[in-house]
């Protein structure tokens, strides 16, 4: 179960990370709350598993989810440059993520 919480929290983190940019540095309103929503939900969630997990891996897998999938997000709906040194690097992110969630143990 604390593992699905930091799954979650790092699909919320890429949540926050688009709606930062989509703010404009805070300057549009309703990306600005829905940032707030997603880094709230985020943190919250990350902070809950880490009452079973050990941060390394936890905050490692938190942050590889975040990062990729803002990556892809952005290559997808925000025009981001999509070349194969990216695919490639983002695939690895992935990798590394699952490796540690494999790794992690649990309390």
Request: proline content about 2%.
């Amino acid at each position: 179960m604390a593992w699905l919480l930091v799954v979650v929290a790092g699909l919320l983190e890429t949540g926050f990370a688009v709606c930062l940019k989509l703010s404009h540095g805070f300057t549009r309103l309703w990306p600005t709350v829905a940032f707030a929503c997603f880094a709230l939900g985020s943190f919250g969630l990350l902070t809950l598993a880490l009452k079973k997990l050990d941060v390394g891996p936890a905050y490692a897998v938190w942050t590889g989810i975040g990062a990729a999938g803002t990556a892809i997000y952005g290559m997808i709906f925000l025009g981001d440059l999509v070349s194969t040194l990216k695919l490639v690097s983002i695939s690895l992110v992935i990798l590394g993520v699952i490796g540690l969630q494999l790794s992690g143990s649990a309390h």
